[in-house]
Structures are given as structure tokens and as C-alpha cells.
């Protein structure tokens, strides 16, 4: 599943081609994608104002309302030329003024929605951004005081941080030299600062090189992911740890598949 990086290298891909642009309307082939059709239908003729992100969403600020996409599994943007033929994976089309931008989602997982507004569609269920200021060592300690779940699991949890997957959590993990399965209320406050400035740098480090290509992603409107190539952990397991060696050790938390070095990475 595409995490804040990728999901954040599309955002800035579509920024450059969709703002400012009207969308005229839009073709659905698979109903399940649009949750509110009727909604989506009311933008016909608005211009994109802006596209950003928050934590997994993509948002498409038109003129009275934001289009919110969840790519989830599978879901690419391609863009086309007006009236090319769409791909037999691309759920929905929209038509823009001069150009088609096709939602293609082999899966089927991934949903569009509109909403008027998006403190209440979120409704406090995301947390804070990463280079959110409000994102400090007491924050976290404060989040994780009263827990006893994992470390990963804690990571992975959206109302903490928003934005941080599987990928993300392994390496973040690794970085920060502590076992996955370390208890949050075990973590002292020093090593919660050293948290927040672990996160923002794995997380920039993958905006940087265009995310990753792990499993299926792929930036299909023309970035190749680049962050693969600095994995420490995730997907690595039974390969020796770039730090120290030994082999690492491939294991599950919260129902996640989970790589990490069991020399380096200690549980407090």
C-alpha cells in the first residue's frame, strides 16, 4: 500500500498537472470506487484550486468542495490524451479541459469521496503530520504512557502520526536501534525525541527519492520510487544487517509482517 512518501510524490506530480485546470466531468466504470457520485457529479465545470495531502488522502481542492482519494492497495493516476482508449483497470475517468486523467486500481480497493468538510470527514481519526510542530517527544510519551502495545503497532497507528505504513515503521524501527516488540510506556522521554527526528528524516529521505517501488507501487505519472535501494529492513529478512552482520530476522507484529536485526535492535 502506497505510505505518506509515495502518496505525497503523487500529490506534487498532480499539483504540477491538474491545478488550475477545470475538470469537465467524469467517467465511472466500477461504482464502488465514488462513494458519493451525486457530489462528484456537482464539480462538473470547477477548477482544481490545489492538491495536497493528509496522511494517506490525496486532496483535490475545487472551488466549493474537496475530492478526497484513497489509493489503498493498487491505485495508480495515468494521465491521457482527451479520448484515448482507458485501460481495462481504470475505474474512473475524469476529463479534464484538454487532457483525461484515468484512476486505475487492478484491486479495486481504492475510494474517492467528497466532502464539504474535512475537520469533520476526519474526525479527529488522523493524527498529527509528521513536521507537524505540535509533533514533539512529549506528545508522543503522552500518546504512549498509558499503552502497552508495540512499538511498531504504535507507529502504524494513523490518530498518532498520520502517514506511516509497514514500510516506513520497519525502518523507523531499525534507525531508532529498538526491537519492534518494545512496549511504548517502556520508551524514556529522550528516546521519544529521538523518535520525532528519526520519522521526519526516513520519511523526507523517501519523499526525496521519489518513495518506493517495494510490491506494486509505482509513481505511473513519471517518478520511479528510488528509496528501495536504502532499505535497512523491510523485505530484507534473512540477509545479514548493514550495521552489524547478522542475519535478520523476518517476524509478525499486530497481524504485520516485520523485519529487524535482533543485534541492533534491542527491547526495552
Known amino acids: ?9 503523487v500529490v506534487r506530480i498532480l499539483d504540477e498537472q491538474i491545478t488550475h485546470h477545470r475538470l469537465i466531468d467524469s467517467s465511472v466504470y466500477w461504482d464502488k470506487t ?4 451525486d457530489e462528484l457529479i456537482a464539480l462538473n465545470g470547477q477548477q482544481v484550486q490545489k492538491v495536497s495531502r493528509r496522511g494517506k488522502y490525496i486532496l483535490w ?3 466549493t468542495a ?6 489503498r492497495m493498487e491505485g495508480k493516476f495515468y494521465k491521457l490524451a482527451k479520448n484515448e482508449a482507458r485501460n481495462k483497470h481504470s475505474h474512473v475517468i475524469f476529463h479534464f479541459d484538454d487532457f ?3 484512476f486505475n486500481d487492478t484491486r479495486k480497493f481504492g475510494r474517492i469521496e467528497v466532502s464539504q468538510d474535512l475537520e469533520h470527514f476526519f474526525n479527529h481519526k488522523l493524527g498529527l503530520e509528521p513536521w507537524d510542530e505540535l509533533l514533539t ?5 503522552n500518546k504512549a504512557r498509558s499503552r502497552k502495545v508495540h ?12 502517514g506511516i505504513g509497514n514500510i516506513y515503521a520497519d525502518e523507523i524501527c531499525f534507525k531508532l536501534k529498538l526491537s519492534p516488540f518494545t512496549r511504548v510506556h517502556r520508551i524514556p522521554l529522550y528516546k521519544w525525541e529521538e523518535c520525532v527526528d528519526v520519522t521526519r528524516q526516513v520519511l523526507q529521505e523517501a519523499i526525496d527519492s521519489g518513495g518506493s517501488t517495494i510490491r ?3 509513481a505511473s505519472l513519471g517518478i520511479t520510487g528510488r528509496f528501495q535501494l536504502r532499505i535497512h529492513v523491510y523485505g530484507r529478512a534473512n540477509q545479514p544487517c548493514h550495521d552489524c552482520h547478522t542475519h535478520l530476522i523476518r517476524s509478525v507484529v499486530g497481524q504485520r509482517s516485520t523485519v529487524y536485526c535482533p543485534q541492533c535492535q534491542k527491547r526495552l
Open 66 to 71: 474537496t475530492i478526497l482519494i484513497h489509493l
Open 100 to 102: 483525461d486523467l484515468a
Open 61 to 63: 481542492q475545487m472551488e
Open 34 to 37: 465514488i462513494v458519493n457520485r
Open 151 to 162: 512499538l511498531k503497532t504504535f507507529l502504524l497507528d494513523q490518530s498518532v502520526i498520520a
Open 216 to 218: 506494486s507501487y509505482t
Open 137 to 141: 517527544k512529549e506528545y508522543l510519551r
Open 1 to 9: 500500500m502506497p505510505e505518506l512518501p509515495e502518496v505525497e510524490t
